[in-house]
């Protein structure tokens, strides 16, 4: 007699890879629900925080592009967020000095201590949160997340979810 394939629900490989799976999910979560209630406290969001990082860490050559570039979002993400850091008189824009198009995005004094005061938070934010673990299982924790995020690169969402002509259906 052939034996039946376990049902996915009782087979212990896949218990330990849904486990796992939701375990980085819930920490993912309350990770970034705690940075964001961190950052509220500068009147910041994640995003214009993120803003303010890379105008600092790309300088002179600050141009919307680069920054969208830097943080892997579209222009369009960034105008909007530049514009309100702008008009909250945290930064400031000057035309570039090579290509008059564009412009370069530069910390005002006060954007540029709301900045250092946020970054020292987000660096005591980071130190907290991973206090309670060693040095070797930070090594390992990188390099398993490392690994991940590139198998998930790898993935095709629409072919997990509709095998073979699953979809075609629908």
Same mark, same amino acid.
């Given at each position: 007699?052939?034996?039946?394939? #376990? ?14 799976? $939701? ?13 964001? *209630?961190?950052?509220?406290? $500068?009147?910041l969001t994640v ?13 002179? /050559?600050?141009?919307?592009? &680069? #920054?969208?570039?830097?943080? #892997?979002?579209?222009? &369009?993400? #960034?105008?909007?967020?530049? *514009?309100?850091?702008? *008009? ?27 900045? /250092? ?7 005591? $934010?980071?130190?907290a949160q991973l206090?309670? $673990?060693?040095?070797?299982?930070? *090594? ?15 993935? /095709?969402?629409?072919?997990? &979810?509709?095998?073979? /002509?699953?979809? &075609?259906?629908?």
């Amino acid at each position: 007699m052939k034996e039946l394939p #376990i049902p996915p629900h009782r087979n212990p490989r896949r218990q330990l890879e849904t486990a796992a799976w $939701f375990s980085v999910v819930r920490a993912y979560l309350e990770c970034s629900k705690r940075y964001t *209630q961190m950052l509220q406290h $500068f009147d910041l969001t994640v995003a214009q925080y993120d803003v303010l990082r890379a105008i600092v860490s790309l300088g002179d /050559d600050a141009v919307p592009k &680069a #920054i969208a570039h830097r943080l #892997i979002v579209t222009r &369009a993400n #960034i105008t909007g967020l530049i *514009q309100r850091l702008e *008009q909250r008189g945290l930064l400031q824009l000057s035309a570039h000095r090579e290509d008059g198009r564009s412009v370069v995005c530069s910390l005002t004094t006060r954007g540029r201590k709301l900045h /250092d005061q946020a970054h020292e938070a987000a660096d005591r $934010f980071v130190h907290a949160q991973l206090k309670p $673990f060693s040095s070797a299982t930070l *090594q390992d924790m990188e390099r398993s997340m490392r690994e991940m995020h590139a198998h998930l690169q790898s993935l /095709d969402p629409k072919a997990l &979810a509709c095998p073979g /002509d699953a979809c &075609a259906k629908h």
